[in-house]
Nanobody
């Protein structure tokens, strides 16, 4: 399984970016997906997660109301729309796939619950 994240870049405060993560090698349509981020010198923390059928989503408090996670199971792709970006959003963003909770309403939020990881895409927000 490979997860390929893209869409990062250098933007200014208040701008928007849309990250994409495409999976190959295995379908993820029946499993939850998530976005994490890791700023320099900090832990990798969850940003958002989505169940297999988009029935439930989770957002970290710091991004609620600004970020939106979505998925297209037909395209094996998960997205993170990021609006009103702030300098504190600067980080490497990783997509992750969980292959333990098949077609479940459970939405894992811990890093250890995710099995596959993308390579990361850097988002830099200048002030």
């Amino acid at each position: 399984v490979q997860l390929q994240a893209c869409g990062g870049g250098l933007v200014q405060t208040g701008d928007s970016l849309r990250l994409s993560c495409a999976a190959s090698g295995r379908t993820f349509s029946n499993w939850p997906m998530a976005w994490f981020r890791q700023a320099p010198g900090k832990e990798r923390d969850i940003v958002a997660a989505i169940t297999w059928n988009s029935g439930r989503t989770y957002y970290a408090d710091s991004v609620k109301g600004r970020f939106t996670v979505s998925r297209d199971n037909a395209e094996n792709t998960v997205y993170l729309q990021m609006n009103s970006l702030k300098p504190e959003d600067t980080a490497v963003y990783y997509c992750a796939a969980n292959y333990r909770f098949f077609s479940s309403a459970y939405l894992p939020q811990a890093r250890r619950e995710y099995d596959y990881w993308g390579q990361g895409t850097l988002v830099t927000v200048s002030s």
